[in-house]
């Protein structure tokens, strides 16, 4: 039989709507018969009801035969196959967008203009079926136990001990198991280990929708219920482990179903590098589609848009405002960038670059985007790939230290020459900043697992070569920083200020004042922390050093797996350092003696650097125990033509 030969759309430039294609499942009463459907052309603006189909394509060669239009086949592989045998009628036709048959996919033209339709065709839909596979054995109390998840999540408020209460012992779960035991937790975990979950794709799908079930072979329940129930089976999981979605599905539910918008602008889920960066860990068979599949809910996709913030300095509040009114006094469709149009005849590594450009020349022109260029392996080894561009298709091998906006070591914006301009200048930043300070240690990568302690002890070694009891009394080297060596080297690892945030779950909190003061007031008690962290020393060192009496007491009543839990969150694929003026750090992966540490105009966060010749390379951004720096004051007297330091022009390629 031969394959369906598509025939061309027609699109507005021609004189018409918006064209797509729908798929008219034909029914059956026997469900051994073959598969048979046709395809119809439609004015997405004048469509019939019809029902958006939401799933994976999956890794299946074997494909079987779909008819289509009595004579040709459309090819299908058995995940697709599975869903469209469930959802065939018995008695009348069905009406479905599928994006494998309602798209030519060997087109790459129509498939860019189809793409940019996607969110309207799924938010037009009647509604959306999220087909998550096969109906199993224990799927049938999975779904039954992720309603009732969510209605606890949604009727009991936390406790102020849940934060670092076990998973067992928290206040939702208690309750669920006080009701009907907790045995099948597992088994609604394993429900989101489905692939459906670690999809890009299937994120733009569920928020455009207006209405949408989850599936699992005959069974169905609201989708709400199933990713209402992601905040605790992320916890069942342990937040710290990296490369699950569930926490972004956890934002997804908060937005869309529990009314806390995540953007000001209605149907966005926020601007566009917020969005990659939180859409890091999903999956896509074309790793373009990492940053294709959420142009459609992005801010930029409705216009020039910058979202407000309440803790931005003056400066680039002023700019952010700016934007916006000239947003509003635009009429008509929004613009959309060159840099930000789908294009599948750009490779992976120029569609990263130019968006990754693209979100630092507009405004408010900022570097919190080049904190995400976590490198695996030295960047020098990748010619064809700039230091600076982050790698989308890879997963987090890290925490994002600056992502929250902690710290400012630079509130003002980026200073970018026009050079990238040129065509022989694609690749290549030309940024304005200073560099303070050079790495002269480095210690082996933080990669222990979670059931592992963090050896601390080996760590303060591999920087100091002297053990920790017999230095960690002197003082802190850093002028102004009035603390020992010790506690400053544990509140690196912690991260200061940030652990501290994340020690005692006020995130929410804070940000909530912020929006009401416009200030954002810092924890800096670190009393209970480093009881903690000296707590998980003594548990590392085991001899009858003079200093042991001292470091007992310090560590009276503290809990080593409270500050364990902390340093493993922030500190995962990460190395401390050592600098040449007796700074601690904490810095990337593939930081090494010689690296020069840096602060980039509108960077919160310093960055370390490698020279090579003429040019550096972004090794990536680092944390350092100086409130000096991290705080801004120094990048300020630069700015101000004052102090020691001078500004420079990065060539960073």
């Not at 207006?210 to 989708?223: K, M, N």
Request: glycine content about 8%; proline content about 4%.
């Amino acid at each position: 039989m031969q394959p369906y030969q598509y025939s061309r759309l027609s699109y507005p430039d021609q004189g018409s709507g918006e064209a797509f294609r729908l798929l008219l499942l034909h029914p059956s009463l026997n469900q051994d018969v073959p598969l048979q459907c046709t395809i119809q052309h439609h004015d997405l603006a004048r469509a019939p009801p019809y029902e958006a189909l939401s799933y994976v394509w999956g890794t299946d060669d074997c494909q079987v035969s779909i008819y289509c239009q009595g004579n040709t086949e459309l090819r299908a592989r058995y995940n697709l196959k599975q869903a469209l045998l469930s959802l065939r009628l018995l008695h009348q036709p069905r009406t479905l967008w599928i994006d494998a048959f309602c798209i030519n996919q060997g087109d790459d033209d129509e498939r860019a203009q189809q793409v940019m339709l996607m969110r309207t065709i799924y938010s037009q839909a009647h509604r959306v079926i999220v087909w998550l596979g096969d109906r199993t054995p224990d799927v049938e109390h999975a779904l039954r136990l992720a309603t009732n998840l969510r209605q606890v999540s949604l009727s009991v408020a936390s406790s102020p001990a849940d934060h670092h209460a076990s998973f067992w012992d928290t206040t939702a779960i208690r309750t669920l198991a006080a009701a009907e035991g907790l045995f099948a937790i597992g088994e609604l975990a394993d429900l989101f280990d489905r692939p459906w979950f670690t999809r890009i794709w299937c994120v733009q799908e569920v928020v455009a929708s207006s209405a949408a079930v989850a599936r699992c072979g005959d069974l169905e329940i609201p989708f709400a219920d199933i990713v209402g129930a992601a905040s605790i089976v992320h916890k069942f999981r342990d937040g710290m482990v990296t490369g699950r979605p569930l926490e972004f599905w956890n934002t997804v539910a908060l937005q869309k179903y529990a009314e806390w918008p995540l953007s000001p602008r209605e149907g966005s889920i926020g601007v566009l590098e917020k969005a990659l960066m939180a859409a890091r860990d999903f999956e896509s068979t074309d790793p373009r589609d990492k940053v294709f599949a959420l142009l459609g809910l992005v801010s930029e996709s409705k216009g020039w848009f910058v979202e407000p913030s309440s803790i931005d300095s003056i400066g680039v509040k002023l700019i952010r405002q700016a934007a916006s009114t000239i947003t509003q006094l635009v009429s008509g469709k929004g613009y959309t960038p060159k840099q930000l149009k789908i294009d599948y005849r750009k490779s992976v590594m120029e569609v990263y670059r130019d968006v990754t450009r693209f979100i630092l020349r507009k405004a408010p022109r900022v570097a919190d985007i080049l904190c995400q260029a976590h490198h695996l392996t030295d960047p020098g080894e990748r010619k064809y790939w700039p230091s600076w561009v982050p790698d989308w298709s890879r997963k987090r091998n890290t925490a994002v230290l600056g992502g929250m906006g902690v710290f400012t070591a630079d509130d003002m914006w980026l200073e970018q020459e026009d050079k990238g301009l040129s065509p022989t200048h694609h690749d290549t930043l030309f940024l304005g900043g200073f560099g303070f300070d050079r790495i002269i240690r480095v210690t082996e990568v933080l990669e222990c697992d979670i059931q592992d302690a963090l050896e601390l002890d080996i760590l303060w070694l591999q920087l100091f070569d002297i053990a920790f009891l017999e230095s960690w009394q002197e003082p802190y080297p850093l002028a102004g920083m009035e603390e020992t060596r010790g506690m400053a080297f544990l509140r690196t690892v912690m991260v200061g200020e940030l652990g501290l945030i994340l020690y005692d779950g006020l995130m929410g909190e804070l940000w909530s004042a912020a929006s009401a003061t416009n200030t954002l007031k810092l924890p800096r008690d670190y009393t209970r922390a480093e009881n903690d962290g000296s707590a998980c020393m003594m548990n590392l060192i085991q001899c009858d050093h003079p200093g042991m009496a001292r470091l007992a007491q310090k560590a009276q009543g503290g809990i080593a797996a409270h500050f364990d839990r902390i340093a493993k969150s922030l500190g995962y694929g990460r190395r401390l350092f050592l600098t040449e003026y007796g700074r601690l750090g904490l810095g990337p992966r593939v930081s090494r003696p010689g690296d020069a540490v840096t602060v980039l105009y509108g960077g919160r966060m310093p960055f370390v650097l490698r020279q090579q010749g003429a040019h550096h390379l972004l090794i990536g951004d680092a944390y350092l125990r100086d409130d000096a720096i991290m705080s801004g004051s120094v990048s300020k007297a630069v700015r101000g033509g004052q102090g020691v330091h001078h500004k420079v022009t990065f060539e960073i390629r």
